[in-house]
């Protein structure tokens, strides 16, 4: 079973950004997860939450900014001075750094309306960092399905906490388009094991049990 750093080594730098990720590789951890959301301009950037003001500088909601307004947040202040203007990276920037680690990333995408516009950005974004090893997670069988259909070079999962109806007769899993799923509910674990699919397991809400069949553990380090 793999451990996988949650957002990064949140331990040692602020969460989903490049000194973080970066960590990975100096603590020996060989994959990371991380949360991508597109922005009014079509860019991917990383960030944990729907708004801005809990990891940065800024407040409010980050979608209907562009990158140029988000690249002048800071997000190591809240921190510690040491990280002070680190930034809001571009999920492009991510992947490419994990490739040149060795370090394999697990990206949990926002919904977002604009499923074509999200589809596109992971699309131009895997495509601009090849060599990375990429497992996309997503609550909307849509963009699953869209990510399917054109191929896109990555392992494809379902995110069933935000959407728990994913997963029970959908086309996405009856299709054999996916073959992970993620979940932080212990109620879910057994039924996404009888999809046949590799199960991560998110310790946000407490430890996994020793005795469950997981792919994967996500932990905060």
Not at 127 to 142: G, I, N
Not at 144 to 151: S, V
Request: aromatic share 6%; with cysteine; glycine share 8%.
């Amino acid at each position: 079973m793999r451990l996988i750093a949650d957002r990064g080594i949140m331990s040692v730098a602020p969460e989903n950004t490049v000194a973080a990720f970066a960590a990975c590789a100096e603590r020996k951890v060989t994959a990371f997860r991380t949360s991508a959301g597109l922005l009014a301009d079509g860019t991917l950037v990383c960030i944990a939450d729907t708004t801005l003001g809990r990891t940065t500088n800024l407040s409010g909601a980050w979608s209907g900014r562009t990158f140029s307004e988000i690249r002048r947040a800071d997000a190591g202040a809240w921190y510690s001075r040491t990280f002070r203007f680190e930034r809001v990276p571009e999920l492009v920037s991510v992947l490419s750094l994990a490739a040149q680690m060795g370090v394999e990333v697990f990206v949990e995408l926002h919904d977002s309306a604009r499923t074509c516009d999200l589809v596109d950005a992971v699309e131009a974004s895997l495509r601009a960092a090849p060599a990375a090893e990429v497992t996309l997670f997503s609550a909307d069988a849509r963009v699953l399905a869209e990510l399917a259909r054109r191929g896109t070079n990555a392992t494809l999962g379902i995110a069933v906490d935000a959407n728990p109806d994913l997963g029970k007769g959908d086309t996405v899993t009856e299709g054999g388009l996916v073959r992970a799923a993620l979940t932080a509910n212990p109620a879910n674990v057994e039924r996404l094991n009888a999809l046949g699919v590799d199960v991560y397991y998110d310790e946000v809400d407490g430890s996994a049990d020793p005795t469950w069949n997981l792919t994967g553990l996500i932990r905060q380090m």
